[in-house]
């Protein structure tokens, strides 16, 4: 009897773990099905934060050789290397991150009694839905921690804006940079001692800094290296900054970025075009001046600058094949000047024609083409100029073949230039574009311009052929226009006309009074150079001499400056 009772307390006793263990599951099956999220329910917004770290935020005495960031979530890196902003620089680490824990462990002992600071920016976010990490869910400020290995932490704070010098926009992943002023860092060469990178509304914050005078920048730095190299944009405080007591505090600081330029032209290739020489640089020419170091006078050789000025061709007028040898002095628009000197030859005519006659048998003769245009396209005033464009400069033109014809009446046919009226057109120093302006021609809706065959014939001989334009006169109130009156103190400036896209419309010197007309329905901006040397452009900074830009003011005009059809918008302009 005793086995079987103790048989029986057997079974009872399994079947009560039995009944246990079920239960035991149905709850943790039930309760792994309440934490999965269900199909089509909301998504996770919450982002990730600290939930301890060591060392404390603004803590001081730190002497580890890692620190720890433990979140309320797990996560993950994205490109932390690159988002990660340590101050001082050049501190060397390791990192790993385990579930919700994030380990930075340093190569070397951290410097003794020096406040460090991490910003994270983006490179923490959560596993889930990419949330970044922020510092706290109070403020969702982003994610920093800053401690000192010595009993005091630096406070010292600098924040501002960083904007596009060129068209007033806030500008984005902006380096801001300190650099001591007891060093030799180089902004050129070296990384600054505290920076950070403004965010997508360009706004930037440094904190932590050390109290001292500095060198203060702000560059884009496209290339990375957080060093500054041309053509980056640029702006800079010309004096240095003093950063101590209630002066360690500044705000509301902007900065205005535009590109240097301290690179003269170079030339890229130089090549054989046919018959004629060319030479191609790898930017725009300003100006430009030939000479020619062989016997042959510099007027014998004639030339033209193509390609928005990167190219200079060279045309054989004089009919020469042997050896030519010139000096070009080029300078591009930002007044960098370069001098070289190019030795070639030009091909012999008798080889290239009988090459072209192999190839082109059927092909007729070359001409000259050009182009007539006025600077509204094919409309103007009652006063105008027209402009004529050659692709090769011109040797010869015959003024009886070009004349203009009124409102197209035949009878009041008249000659358009006459010879000895050198006061009203101008060759420019290629002879490739011709103008051609008159006080007042007398016709009421239009006028046709008509240049015949040979008209005008190229250092080559080749000629133009017929072209016959016609421009209609536009009259004020057909169109729209922005006017105003202009006060200020400033003694030189000059007052631009853009469209939304920034292309420049037109532009008044010192204007008291202004008046933009002839203005298509569209978006318009006015802005003001305020032209400090007197040279009617604007100049550019140079941070090596420590010149700043030349300011540049938006003013605001009404209506955001929409113009409709027929508009005219009058804008008062102080500054």
Known sequence: MKN?????????FISLYAIILISLNIWFLGSC??????DGGPKDSLRPFIQSSIPQNQGINFKGEKIVLVFNE??????LRQELLITPPNTKYTHKIIKNRLEITFDEPLKSNTTYSFSFREGIEDITEGNKAVIDTLNRQPL???FSTGPIIDSMKISGQVKNRLNDKMLEKVVIALYRTDDTLNLAEDAPYYYTITDKEGNFKLENIKSGEYKFYAYLDKNSNTQYNEPEAIDFFTEVIRLEGDSGFINDITFKLSPEDHTAPEIKSKSINGLNYQIDYDEGLDTFQIT???AISTQSLSYQLKNKGKTLEFY???EVYDSLSIAIMAQDSSGNIVKNEVMFAFKNPEEEKERRNRRESSKPSSSLNFEIKTSAGTTFERDFE???EFEKPVKDIDFDKIIYIPDEDSSRIAPLINRDSTQFYQWNNTRSELRVKYPKFFFSKKIRINADTAAFI????DSTRLLSKVFERKEVGDFSSIYGQVSTQTPHYILQLLTENGELIGERINPVKYEFNYLRPGTYKLRIVIDTNQNNRWDASDWINNIRAEDIIFPVIPNEGKLRERWDIEALIEF
Do not use: D
């Not at 797990?74 to 490109?79: A, L």
């Not at 190229?458 to 001989?461: A, K, Q, Y």
């Open 4 to 12: 079987k009772k103790t048989s029986e307390k057997h079974h009872s």
């Open 33 to 38: 099905s309440n934490q999965m999220q269900p």
């Open 74 to 79: 797990w996560v993950r890196e994205k490109n």
């Open 144 to 146: 920093k921690i800053a």
């Open 292 to 294: 020619n170091l062989n």
């Open 316 to 318: 054989n007028s004089a």
């Open 386 to 388: 027209l402009v004529f």
């Open 458 to 461: 190229s250092v080559l001989n």
